[in-house]
């Protein structure tokens, strides 16, 4: 399988798996088919449509849209004629959008709604000099946006439209363009989550992709029979790789996930056999289980307690490489048809591959659901790295650990800890910033990815933190908060966990405790749960939560565990600037947010 660009790879699928449901999408209530050949007739009518607004190879083209299939048929049709495409999260302010529109000097934005089209009409003064185009993907009838006057506006229909136009006027034009695009051109800029600064924009080519889905082809197993529900966001390298391009290479059919609240009932319906998700989605499908359980009684909560001790020894044997005893496998076997399927089922019952990236995975998490039949594959990357570095298999897979690298890929760890990566899927650099991809990218090629982590004898990897998150204590101790946050995340009494005290003299924490446990304790007790805030400083409440940090520390050295915290009423979102679009914590915004709760985390501070 060797494709010059990934356009190239786009026509191998359009040949080699021509059917009438390569695509899902849900319109008016219910999911429709979308056809091989409509999805190539949409991806060729925008590239003529690109030509007739004069874009040229290596100009840049925007996408501010949720997951859905024009934002495939934009960005294929911007790779086949040499463009760069620059996805842009549905969920960031105007004032993001206009940094990575002002930073990129894109030539055109494709917009998904009025919403997001408000937010292009709001900094469209600011973009005159480069913004030559706006096209709408949603219906708006006669609406015309506030535009400057250079700045042209689409619907997608009438795109389209003008696409086809010039495509019967040039019909081979697109093939000689497609065969014109080289396998070092660059394929696309993707802005990370800057977590701690502005956000730089990564320039990755098309060999980086291909490189990476080919690697990732030869250790996971993927075919035409797959169905994959996309709801991660298509902006993030993440989803964009392994949910789309790889999908497509694979011959596996999409379908896209309304909204992310509703993954659960679209699970439902599509009935997926891959899962590409981050840890939290399997955290809250994991609490969820537990929530159900709580409210058995009698017979079927010993059914289900029965179910799930025999889940733990069959796994037990099986990660230890032993044979389940036949006694065993048959308890097994009947504890999958009375309970075990039962949670299948909400995932629609037919998965076979699921995956997680974007952040660690606690180990127990891993466990649980491997025990029941459903082994999660979790892996590790950047941005930077196209994006896999390494990745659990099916037959090689250590839960806690993030895999081997896949192959083609170099990993070694530096003499301080930090993990280094060489090979094709290390990214062309930072879009004009030549200090910053000198300062990542070594003399021997070697990309600093800023975590620590460590090598197993037999090869995987293992994450311990972020290499500029590493806390230093008053007394010089380093703590990796990350390690805690997911120890003490482990309780079902803890919804979210941010672990601080560099420079102080000791770890403390802020706490998101689970508020639908926490609210049903304290009515068994009969204590006031409103107004809530106000219950969280209740002392009974301070006391349960100082022993369930007790007694999940144990394991911890005197100097990690976390001596004090403060209970948040409410969870850390994307819209408070708290989380990343992938959902890691903004660990500078919360703390910028929370200072004031510092004097009651360091007291000794205030009255020094």
Known sequence: MQFRNLAEMFLHYVRQYDRPDALYVKRHGQYRPISTREFYDHVVELAHFLRSMYVQPGDRVAILSENRPEWFYADMATLSIGGASVPIYATLPPGQVAYILQDAQTVGVFVSTLEQLAKIESIAADLAAFLRFVVLFEEAGDYR??????????????????????????????????????????ATIIYTSGTTGEPKGVMLTHRNFLSNIEAVLQVLSLGPSDVHLSFLPLSHVFERMAGYYTMLTGGARVAFAESIDKVAENLLEIRPTVIIAVPRFYEKVKARIDAMARQLTGLRKRLFEWALRVADRVGEQRRAGRPVPPWLALQYALADRLVYHKIKARTGGRVRTLVSGGAALRKDIAIFFDNLGLRILEGYGLTETSPVISVNTPTAWKPGSVGRPIPGVEVKIAADGEILTRGPHVMKGYFRRPEATQAAIDPEGWFHTGDIGELDPDGFLYITDRKKDILVTAGGKNIAPQKIENLLKQSPWIEEVMVVGDGRPYPAAFIVPNRERLVAWAQEKGLPVEPYEEFLRHPTVIQLYEQILQDLQTSLARFEQVKRFVLLPQSFTIEAGELTPTLKVRRRIVMEKYEHLIRELYPEEVTA
């Open 145 to 186: 946006p506030a535009l400057p006057a250079a700045v042209q506006f689409f619907s997608l229909e009438r795109a389209m439209e003008v696409g086809r136009q010039d495509r019967a006027r040039q019909p081979d034009w697109w093939d000689r363009a497609v065969a014109s695009v080289q396998s070092e051109d660059l």
